[in-house]
């Protein structure tokens, strides 16, 4: 049982570090060849060849951050926390962070960290940012707290808060956090019943959402794109005619949280069964492959869904040719190895 968590702990990690570093080459094109990507996934699992590193961008970068804090505040500690973010960006600032965060982080140094919460809600005149970038760094805390369901709820809002405050990139990143955390409550030799997953995020997101007004005309914005993944599985499964078109036009692959981390739930419980024109028997590979095949927002989809699947499947399952061209893999392991020490197991 030990290995088994250990596993997923290892699993979770290194699956946000590969979809980002993977996803992150082919971000903001439309959508990306299904032949491309097959060739692409081929070759970086093929025998091992010299090339520089695929790097990660800010979505592993500010995971890193995440991980590192709770680890060596024994929880969640907001100054600790958003030190670690500013301190982050400034050592290496071009990771391709979002077009405004960066303001909060230029705030919060000339301030020495006075208020760690104002500059985040100062953000598009007050009315916060909704962007992915709070969703695409919660995995650590899903498996710090995998024993207190509470706690995880508590401490995620929190870390979304220091740089996103709209309810849009708050639920966004409370969804995502649930979705690793239910992947890995499963049994790994259990197959992952598609409706059921969905319907227990459903259940989970509907006590958050019943308490927090979002400025949509929907009350339920994660509740209805929810119910659109389950309506897409449904009609997808099994067949032979991807209607990928469609889960663009309605799930969307944007960096707005609403718009794609629902999509990487998708892409995550889609990859469950085979794709068409995806030639991959590997469910960990399939997940990426079709983030990326998707367009948009790939790094940031690509690891979400790659967390979520990394946490179900856990470590086992993922290539390890493919490891040696991604940046920053071994501190990955040594950090979901430190998680696993720390966290109540
Ligand atoms: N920044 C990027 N990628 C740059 C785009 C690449 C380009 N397509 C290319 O190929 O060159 N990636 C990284 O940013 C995303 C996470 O962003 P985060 O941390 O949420 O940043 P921010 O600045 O808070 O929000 C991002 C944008 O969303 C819009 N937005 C958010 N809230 C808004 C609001 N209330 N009103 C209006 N607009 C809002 C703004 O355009 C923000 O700039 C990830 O993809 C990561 O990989
Ligand atoms: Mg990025
Ligand atoms: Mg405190
Ligand atoms: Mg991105």
Aim: glycine letters at 8%; proline letters at 3%.
């Amino acid at each position: 049982e030990g290995a088994v968590i250990a596993s997923k702990f290892r699993g979770a990690l290194i699956g946000a570090l590969l979809g980002d570093c993977l996803g992150a080459p082919f971000e903001g094109d439309e959508r990306v060849s299904k032949s491309v990507l097959q060739k692409y996934f081929d070759k970086l699992e093929g025998p091992h060849f010299k090339a520089p590193f695929k790097q990660y961008t800010d979505d592993t970068a500010m995971t890193k951050c995440v991980a590192e804090s709770l680890i060596h505040s024994g929880g969640f500690n907001e100054e600790d926390m958003a030190k670690r973010f500013v301190e982050e960006y400034y050592r290496n600032p071009k990771r391709g962070y979002g077009a405004n965060v960066v303001s909060i982080f230029g705030k919060l140094r000339s301030t020495d960290l006075k208020d760690v919460w104002q500059p985040a809600r100062e953000q598009f005149s007050g009315r916060g940012s909704y962007g992915n970038g709070g969703a695409m760094r919660v995995s650590p805390i899903a498996l710090y707290c995998h024993k207190n369901y509470q706690q995880m709820i508590d401490f995620c809002g929190k870390t979304t808060a220091l740089t996103h405050t709209n309810t849009l990139g708050i639920n966004g990143a409370l969804l995502q956090c649930i979705a690793v955390h239910q992947s890995l409550e499963q049994s790994p030799n259990d197959p992952i019943d598609e409706k059921k997953f969905s319907f227990d995020l459903i259940s989970k997101m509907s006590k958050i959402e019943e308490k927090s007004s979002p400025e949509v005309e929907s009350k339920t914005p994660y509740i209805d794109q929810l119910k659109l993944v389950q309506k897409l599985l449904e009609k997808n499964k099994g067949s032979t005619l991807d209607d990928d078109e469609e889960v663009v036009e309605s799930l969307g692959n944007t960096i707005a949280a609403l718009y794609s981390v629902p999509t990487a739930v998708y892409c995550f419980l889609r990859a469950q069964s085979t794709i068409k024109d995806m030639e991959v028997d590997n469910p960990f590979r399939r997940t990426l492959q079709y983030s990326i095949s998707l367009g948009g927002d790939t790094d940031t989809i690509a690891s979400m869904a790659g967390a979520i699947s990394g946490a179900y499947h856990g470590y086992g399952m993922i290539n390890a040719n493919v490891q040696r061209h991604c940046e920053g893999v071994e501190k990955m392991l040594d950090i979901a190895n430190e998680l696993m020490l720390v966290s109540e197991t």
